[in-house]
């Protein structure tokens, strides 16, 4: 719990079955969620508009965080187009408010650089596929996975990364990469501010996805 802040605490004090005191160190954190230790092999994410901490999560995190409903209709999304590289995860939530967290394993992972892409056939192949069925998933059904996730200072500075996708070192995965988030952005129409919003963060990604191929074989191509 010391690791915590007091909003942080009150806002889990809400689900049902969390306990605080198994909440370790904070591991990570993205423009979503901040993603503490929890348990002896799991993490636990709040929604980093929760939080309050900083400029980031009072502006920019709640136009992209999910509802705890939207965010369960997002996995099973997931789950339907890219299956052999999800890791678990468990929506825990407030059935009497809006507050929720996601429980998964903690999984060994390296992040998947644009060197150790470009020489790996075997994880090129893998995103290649998993870029493909984002496509698909954004013809299909009008989202696009957040692949990258979203490091202000790597944004900032115009260099591609993804995170949101990792190289698991846990040798009973189907697959070498793991998908560990699950956020996607809705290609919305309209011109409010929320609309405007997707779209350019779509847009975003998508230019981001073509500088992480770079120039490698055209079968690789992100959009």
């Known amino acids: 719990m010391k690791y915590l802040s007091k909003r942080e605490i009150r806002y889990l004090e809400q689900i049902p079955g969390i306990d605080l005191n198994l909440v370790g160190e904070e591991i990570g954190r993205g423009a979503q969620n901040i993603v503490y230790a929890y348990e002896v092999e799991k993490v636990i994410k709040i929604p980093r508009a929760a939080t309050q901490r900083d400029l980031l999560s009072r502006y920019v995190?709640?136009?992209?965080?999910?509802?705890?409903?939207?965010?369960?209709?997002?996995?099973?999304?997931?789950?339907?187009?890219?299956?052999?590289?999800?890791?678990?995860?468990?929506?825990?939530?407030?059935?009497?408010?809006?507050?929720?967290?996601?429980?998964?394993?903690?999984?060994?992972?390296?992040?998947?650089?644009?060197?150790?892409?470009?020489?790996?056939?075997?994880?090129s192949e893998e995103l290649a596929e998993l870029t493909s069925a984002n496509k698909r998933m954004l013809k299909e059904q009008g989202v696009y996975l957040d692949v990258m996730g979203w490091d202000v200072d790597r944004v900032s500075k115009m260099k591609p990364y993804i995170s949101n996708v990792a190289i698991s070192t846990m040798s009973k995965r189907k697959r070498n990469l793991a998908l560990v988030d699950f956020g996607v952005l809705r290609k919305k129409k309209g011109?409010?501010?929320?609309?405007?919003?997707?779209?350019?963060?779509?847009?975003?990604?998508?230019?981001n996805m073509r500088r992480f191929h770079g120039a490698l074989p055209s079968r690789f191509s992100a959009t």
């Open 61 to 123: 995190s709640p136009i992209i965080t999910q509802s705890a409903d939207e965010m369960k209709q997002d996995m099973e999304l997931c789950a339907k187009y890219f299956p052999d590289f999800m890791v678990d995860a468990q929506v825990k939530k407030n059935p009497k408010g809006a507050e929720y967290c996601i429980i998964q394993p903690r999984i060994p992972l390296r992040e998947l650089t644009k060197e150790r892409h470009a020489t790996s056939p075997e994880l």
């Open 191 to 207: 011109w409010s501010f929320h609309a405007m919003s997707h779209r350019c963060l779509l847009l975003v990604q998508q230019s």
